[in-house]
Structures are given as structure tokens and as C-alpha cells.
């Protein structure tokens, strides 16, 4: 069994011989990981199970500076999703940008409609990619797609948080607009990405904090699940095996069955800070498989060795059983999480990973 049987058989929950892993390194770490080992690569130094088949690069570039009149500062383009002209200004942390939003001062829906969506649905974007992905696989790879900050995150990045939600209720017909146009372009990648025939479709958005959700869960049910819903039927309509990840940080167990009824399959990332991945494995680990549970803001930064070992060995044992976990930080691993926490972690995963 290579490492593309092995994970897609835990996610799947069907008896895989060994607990997948994956992590991400803040630049930081990166920065670290380079000193001890000679490359920046650290997914292919550690052979991770999976890899990412990426859209080509867009020959779009638009000119967004006239939705950032009268901001002061250097702006660039958002690092982590760079193509849908939200900007951000250099912080003073570590990493992260101090993030700027383009639709801030929108009053109409004809704004919307003129605005400059990337082209991420052209076909020259989805040249060859059909071919990359057989040869990861051929590699013995299991293949993902990033397609996170689906509709709500994208959304409140281009309006701002605060409008977008007040919009929810002060304007339902803009907000809907809105989500509407984001929604129609996941839903063509979605169909896309299953035609590369992708493992692997990974959906998600933060709708919850570590308390509790950002909004009820009657109105998420109402506005962002149908929209979620319509993207993964688009999946799976053309490959109907395809694995829908979901990721949502904070405590978002008041709609797990939802997420659960429009086809999610795994989730992303379980913080234990906030949601018992027991507790979940325990009432959904039949219809849902778990990425993460290992806590980066308690185990990672502050564990001993011991504490990392025995959460890592009761994550595989409990969690894993029969499949149904990939056992990861649930976070990007920060400048706070000592280099010899993350060899623990890896050590974890050789010495109580097979099953």
C-alpha cells in the first residue's frame, strides 16, 4: 500500500496500516527547518502523503489602487489569497498582513457586477492539469485542491467584516448578490477540480470562534449552507468519489450535522481548545473522518516530550481506530513551537502510527 492508499483509506475509514500526518511551517520555522536540513522544502523532506495541484498563473493583473483611495501605507496584494484584489499592509508580527477590503464603501449591486473577479474559471488556468495530477498520483501522492475561504471569508475579506455581516440584515440583497457571484465561480472550479480528478476538493471557512458561532446557526443554514451545498453536488457530480475537506476553526459543532447532510467528509482542524476530537469521533466518526486534533495552542508550544507523545498516542488509538484521522497541529505552526516539539510530534507518528 503506497501513501495515497494509506491516506485516502483513513479518510475514508477503511483499516489504513498506518495515521497519515501533514503540517505547515509559519516562515519562521521554515527559516529553522532550513538551518537543520538544508532546503525550505520540509513537505518533500518529510515525504508528506499528499500534494497540491495548483491553477497556472493568471495573466490578469488588474490595477485595484482605486478601491484603496485615501489609505495611507504600503499596500500588496493579500500573501494568502493574492487574486481577489483584497490588499494588506505589513504588520509587525511574525507574519500575517493588516488586511484592507475593496468593497468597503460599496452601496450597489451594479458595484458588484462591475467589479474585477480574477479568472480563475479561463481555460488557460486549467491547461495540463489533468496530466500533473496523474503523475502525483503515479508518484504514489494522494492530490488536494485549495479551495478554502469558500464563500463567507472571501466574502467578508472584500467587504470587511463588519459591513458583511451587518449586510446579513441591513441589506440582504447585496449580501446575497455577493455571495451569489463567489458562489457561482467555486461552483465551476468545484466541477473543474473534479474533472482534473483531484482526491481530495478542500472547501471551508471560519464561522465560529473558540466560543461559540459568528452567527446562529439557523441563519447559517439559511444563507451560506445552500450556497456550500450547491458547490460540493457540483464536485461530486462529476466525480462522485471525490473527498470534501472542511475546514473551520473555533467551535462550530452546532453544524456538524449540517456540514455532514450537503457531504462534507472530513474535518479541519479540531481544536481540542474548544471541540473534544474524542467527543466528535464518538458521535460522527461513522460519517466523518478528522484532520488535526493536536493543539497548537496548548500541546505544540507548551507540551513537554512526554505530553506530546501521550496526546499523539491517545489521538491514533482513539481517534484512528479503524481509520478517520489524519493526525496534525490544527494550526500553522507558530515561532513559539520549539523545533524539538515538532520532532516530537513526528517521533509520535513513527513510534504509535501503525495500526
Known amino acids: 500500500m503506497n501513501k495515497r492508499e494509506n491516506m485516502l483509506r483513513a479518510l475514508r475509514r477503511d483499516n489504513p496500516e498506518s495515521v497519515p500526518f501533514d503540517f505547515e511551517l ?5 527559516d529553522n527547518f532550513e538551518k537543520r536540513n538544508g532546503t525550505r522544502n520540509y513537505r518533500e523532506y518529510f515525504d508528506f502523503p499528499m500534494r497540491y495541484v495548483e491553477l497556472n ?13 485615501g489609505i495611507e501605507g504600503e499596500l500588496e496584494p493579500l500573501e494568502w489569497n493574492p487574486e481577489w484584489g483584497v490588499m494588506g499592509r505589513k504588520g509587525t508580527i511574525a507574519h ?25 474559471t479561463a ?56 455571495m451569489d457571484k463567489i458562489t457561482d465561480i467555486r461552483v465551476e472550479m468545484a466541477r473543474r477540480w473534479a474533472e482534473v480528478g483531484v482526491d481530495i476538493l478542500m472547501l471551508g471557512d471560519d464561522v465560529s470562534t473558540q466560543e461559540d ?70 458521535l460522527y466518526g461513522d460519517k466523518l473522518s478528522f484532520w488535526g486534533c ?30 478517520g484521522l489524519l493526525l496534525a497541529p490544527t494550526h500553522t505552526l507558530e515561532p513559539e513551537v520549539p523545533y524539538e516539539n515538532i520532532e516530537a510530534y513526528l517521533k509520535a507518528v513513527e513510534m504509535y502510527g501503525k495500526y
Not at 488586511?99 to 451594479?110: A, K, Q, T, V
Open 26 to 30: 509559519c516562515p519562521s520555522q521554515i
Open 57 to 69: 498563473p493568471t495573466k490578469q493583473h488588474y490595477d485595484y489602487s482605486k478601491y484603496y483611495e
Open 96 to 120: 500575517f498582513q493588516e488586511m484592507m477590503h475593496p468593497m468597503r464603501n460599496f452601496e450597489s449591486i451594479e458595484e458588484i457586477e462591475e467589479y474585477p473577479f480574477p479568472d480563475m
Open 123 to 178: 481555460d488557460y488556468r486549467w491547461e495540463g492539469l489533468k496530466e500533473k495530477n496523474q503523475e502525483l498520483i503515479a508518484q504514489g501522492y494522494a492530490t488536494g485542491a485549495f479551495m478554502e475561504m469558500t464563500i463567507f471569508e472571501l466574502c467578508w475579506y472584500l467587504r470587511g467584516m463588519e459591513n458583511f455581516m451587518m449586510d446579513f440584515y441591513a441589506d440582504p440583497e447585496f449580501n446575497d448578490a455577493l
Open 213 to 282: 458561532m459568528m452567527m446562529s446557526p439557523e441563519l447559517w443554514a439559511s444563507t451560506l449552507k445552500p450556497r456550500m451545498a450547491k458547490i460540493i453536488r457540483a464536485a461530486k457530480e462529476v466525480k462522485p468519489d471525490i473527498l470534501i475537506f472542511y475546514h473551520g476553526d473555533g467551535n462550530l459543532e452546532k453544524i456538524v450535522p449540517g456540514l455532514i447532510e450537503i457531504g462534507v467528509d472530513v474535518l479541519n482542524p479540531v481544536q481540542p481548545e474548544c471541540v473534544d476530537p474524542f467527543k466528535m469521533k464518538k
Open 294 to 323: 493536536v493543539g497548537t495552542q496548548t500541546t505544540m508550544p507548551f507540551g513537554t516530550k512526554e505530553e506530546i507523545f501521550d496526546v499523539c498516542k491517545r489521538l491514533i488509538c482513539e481517534v484512528g481506530k479503524g481509520g
